[in-house]
């Protein structure tokens, strides 16, 4: 994708859409009858990541108690098949674009453990603190593997991340079904 390949040569900041219209091969009207800004296309990439992610995880991944490794593994077996494009998007300090999505990403996701589970939905300022959490601690073990140059496996990660969250959120969830 034209975008990936430039933000591997140059800083976010300095792609405009005619560069990118022109690494595309494609005029800047073209580019405007699909995207607004770089922005919005760096933030559909991301979106499209996060949709490979969702696939992966089956409603049934997704019912009480929830096995946070099998779901840490997939998130982990994504990023290790993407880890190219993923470690251009972190890199590209678009921190704020990137957990914008992973939250929508993750909102979804615990609406699906609502829905799954038959609980009632959660209040806004809860879900609001754990997808935020969520997505900013992702991106940051993500940050961390890439440092030490993705020297540990998939599954050494997992067991360190499913160890680190624990059964909080699936507690948080069963808390919230409870009348205050």
């Known amino acids: 994708m034209a975008l990936l390949r430039l933000l591997d040569e140059r800083p976010f900041e300095q792609i405009s859409i005619a560069l990118l219209a022109s690494e595309a091969r494609i005029t800047r009207a073209t580019f405007y009858q699909h995207y607004s800004s770089v922005e919005e296309l760096f ?11 969702d696939a992966r995880i089956d409603d049934a991944d997704l019912q ?3 096995d946070n490794s099998r779901i840490i593994r997939h998130v982990l077996t994504v990023w290790a098949e993407e880890v190219g494009e993923i470690s ?4 590209q300090g678009l921190r704020r674009v990137v957990v914008e999505r992973f939250e929508a990403s993750l909102t979804r996701m615990l609406e699906r453990v609502i829905r799954v589970n ?3 939905s959660l209040h806004e300022r ?3 603190y754990i997808t935020n959490f969520l997505a900013n601690a992702a991106i940051s073990i993500f ?14 990660l997992e067991r360190i991340v499913a160890t680190i969250i624990g059964p909080g959120i699936e507690q948080l ?3 919230s079904a409870r009348p205050s």
């Open 43 to 53: 933030a559909a990439i991301v979106d499209e990541l996060c949709e490979r992610l």
């Open 64 to 66: 009480f108690p929830i």
């Open 88 to 91: 251009i998007l972190v890199e």
């Open 118 to 120: 038959g609980l009632p």
């Open 126 to 128: 809860e879900l609001a």
């Open 143 to 156: 940050n961390t593997w890439a440092r030490r140059g993705y020297k540990e496996r998939p599954d050494q």
């Open 173 to 175: 969830l069963r808390d």
